[in-house]
């Protein structure tokens, strides 16, 4: 098969599986997505959140005031520079963020249960090639 060929069907079959594994959220794809930032990497502006999700800050402000009316994340005075403002995790979003985590987990270890042992091998084999594309 030609590698373009294998190319697309690669990023095909990714985007089925992502879509699979987010198809019982109960949040959209972005509110995961700055949920697990913060999770990540701590406390940020909206601006850096937005630098770090290829958003517009004021498209990232409206997000991060959907997660605050939710209690998931909340808003705090830098300490270093008062002028700043941090969002952070409350312990909601993190609970909540967790138990998507969980949920995308348990389905695919029971999808893979059910995949025969030597396909198993095989995908334990593929993560190491998947994990070489994902830095190129």
């Known amino acids: 098969m030609p590698t373009n060929d294998v190319a697309n069907d690669l990023r095909i079959v990714l985007g089925q599986l992502v879509r699979r594994l987010r ?66 995790l409350t312990k909601g979003g993190r609970e909540l963020l967790y138990e998507t985590r969980r949920r995308r987990e348990d389905w695919l270890a029971q999808a893979i249960d059910g995949l025969m042992p030597a396909e198993q091998k095989v995908l334990e084999q593929a993560i190491a090639l998947l994990e070489r594309l994902a830095v190129l």
């Not at 402000?61 to 008062?82: F, M, N, Q, Y």
Request: avoid cysteine; aromatic fraction near 0%.
């Open 23 to 88: 198809a019982d959220d109960v949040l959209s794809t972005s509110h995961v997505a700055v949920l697990s930032s913060l999770d990540r990497l701590g406390a940020q502006t909206t601006s850096g959140l937005a630098a770090g999700q290829h958003m517009r800050p004021q498209s990232m402000a409206h997000t991060i005031g959907e997660l605050e009316k939710e209690g998931l994340v909340e808003r705090r005075p830098d300490s270093d520079d008062r002028r700043q403002v941090m969002v952070e």
